[in-house]
């Protein structure tokens, strides 16, 4: 059921307060103030904070669907670098899940049922995307000594995403986060990547580089 516009309102101001400071220290007051609504109207849509939170995880779940997991046709075409870029950029969108997933899981484990079955679906994502790189040349085939080691790969491909934007505070990366990531990326699977696929990287990177470039000027 699409959200009406009062409710959109308050989700995309309570998002950019969550970014900002953080989902435990954003009170319901500073959402409504933001929104440009009385607190009274706020409660009318969302009475408690985990009521909204509830809203706000749904609606991450319709964007990651539309942007991410759910574009079937870069899937099928073996899209894989744009679909990480993708991931990438829903992960500024909604920075503050991915710099304390644990503590908001703790928080508000109604939602752990959810995040979960996401994480299984990334998961299979990956690992599709993965054997679908494979039979277009760009991956190497799985060594039949090491059976399993593209599970494992996938796994890695998840964390690496996953917990990307934490990694890049800690590190002090305030620019470009998307592009270091797709970096990050690179250098991850480089060691499964056929010719075909380093150059198909490479490509993708400097369509980046070049983007960014074209931004600031």
Request: a negative charge; aromatic letters at 14%; hydrophobic letters at 40%.
């Amino acid at each position: 059921m699409p959200l009406n516009k009062t409710k959109k309102k308050i989700i995309l101001a309570a998002v950019e307060l969550f970014n900002e400071s953080g989902i435990h220290s954003v009170r319901n007051q500073d959402i409504a103030k933001k929104s440009g609504i009385s607190l009274s109207n706020f409660n009318y849509h969302y009475a408690t904070k985990k009521d909204l939170v509830k809203a706000i995880f749904d609606y991450m779940t319709e964007v990651l669907v539309e942007d991410v997991y759910g574009n079937q046709t870069f899937i099928m075409d073996g899209e894989g670098l744009t679909i990480t870029k993708s991931f990438f950029v829903f992960q500024q969108q909604f920075c503050f899940f991915f710099l304390d997933t644990p503590n908001i899981l703790k928080s508000y484990p109604e939602n752990s049922k959810l995040i979960k079955e996401q994480i299984e679906e990334a998961l299979k994502m990956i690992k599709g995307v993965n054997y679908l790189a494979i039979g277009m040349g760009y991956m190497k085939p799985e060594p039949e000594e090491f059976p399993g080691l593209y599970d494992e790969l996938a796994a890695h491909q998840w964390r690496n995403t996953h917990f990307w934007i934490s990694y890049a505070r800690i590190k002090g990366y305030d620019d470009d986060l998307v592009l270091k990531g797709m970096e990050s990326h690179f250098s991850l699977i480089y060691p499964y990547l056929t010719e075909k696929g380093i150059e198909a990287n490479k490509r993708f990177l400097e369509m980046l580089r070049k983007d960014r470039s074209e931004a600031e000027e």
